[in-house]
T-cell receptor, first 109, second 113 residues
Framework: GIQVEQSPPDLILQEGANSTLRCNFSDSVNNLQWFHQNPWGQLINLFY???GTKQNGRLSATTVATERYSLLYISSSQTTDSGVYFCAVGYSSASKIIFGSGTRLSIRP | DADVTQTPRNRITKTGKRIMLECSQT?????MYWYRQDPGLGLRLIYY???????NKGEISDGYSVSRQAQAKFSLSLESAIPNQTALYFC????????????FGPGTRLLVL
């Protein structure tokens, strides 16, 4: 099956710093989503981005489908950005998605 | 009110007991999913359903069963709980009209002693 790898596994930054999180996938996909899991466990969908670039406030994402990777950018980090960021890909019409193991981001005040 | 709700939010049970986790949604989505999350790992798909008459196994369905009682309700059962089923369980919904963007419930923390 398709493999989804996220890097780095852990990232510790000071408030105000910028960060780039990466998601590599091993096969063509027709669905790619980024999620944020906050410290209380809640999962929030950030982007649906099987290709191209999107921006939402301080967050933006780019997927280069032909090269099988996606990047999530967080600018001017805030402590509320802490948590785990997951990439999830879908690769068939069955609508299943496969999650990566996540990047744990800690923003220090 | 939350669009996707799960009950209970926390549950402690003993090995061998049967338990049911319930999920309800008000989003009107046809597709519903059950995932489990183990510490330090991503989510793994247990079962999914595209409509009331459709049930499909995911990556890790052994030891679990599901029931889609209505479009808005999808239940997960552990017939005989075992300690390695201790995990955080999430229900999610999606819809083709929203390009399968997944919306998650708050999760159920299950501890099997």
């Amino acid at each position: 099956g398709i493999q989804v790898e996220q890097s780095p596994p852990d990232l510790i930054l000071q408030e105000g710093a910028n960060s780039t999180l990466r998601c590599n996938f091993s096969d063509s996909v027709n669905n790619l989503q980024w999620f944020h899991q906050n410290p209380w466990g809640q999962l929030i969908n950030l982007f649906y981005i099987p290709s191209g670039t999107k921006q939402n406030g301080r967050l933006s994402a780019t997927t280069v489908a032909t090269e099988r990777y996606s990047l999530l950018y967080i600018s001017s980090s805030q402590t509320t950005d802490s948590g785990v960021y997951f990439c999830a890909v879908g690769y068939s019409s069955a609508s299943k998605i496969i999650f990566g193991s996540g990047t744990r981001l800690s923003i220090r005040p | 009110d939350a669009d996707v709700t799960q009950t209970p939010r926390n549950r402690i049970t003993k090995t061998g007991k049967r338990i049911m986790l319930e999920c309800s949604q008000t989003k009107g989505h046809d597709r519903m999913y059950w995932y489990r999350q183990d510490p330090g790992l991503g989510l793994r798909l247990i079962y999914y359903s595209f409509d009331v008459k459709d049930i499909n196994k995911g990556e890790i369905s052994d030891g679990y069963s599901v029931s889609r009682q209505a479009q808005a309700k999808f239940s997960l059962s552990l017939e005989s709980a075992i300690p390695n089923q201790t995990a955080l369980y999430f229900c999610a919904t999606s819809d083709a009209a929203e390009r399968e963007t997944q919306y998650f419930g708050p999760g159920t923390r299950l501890l099997v002693l």
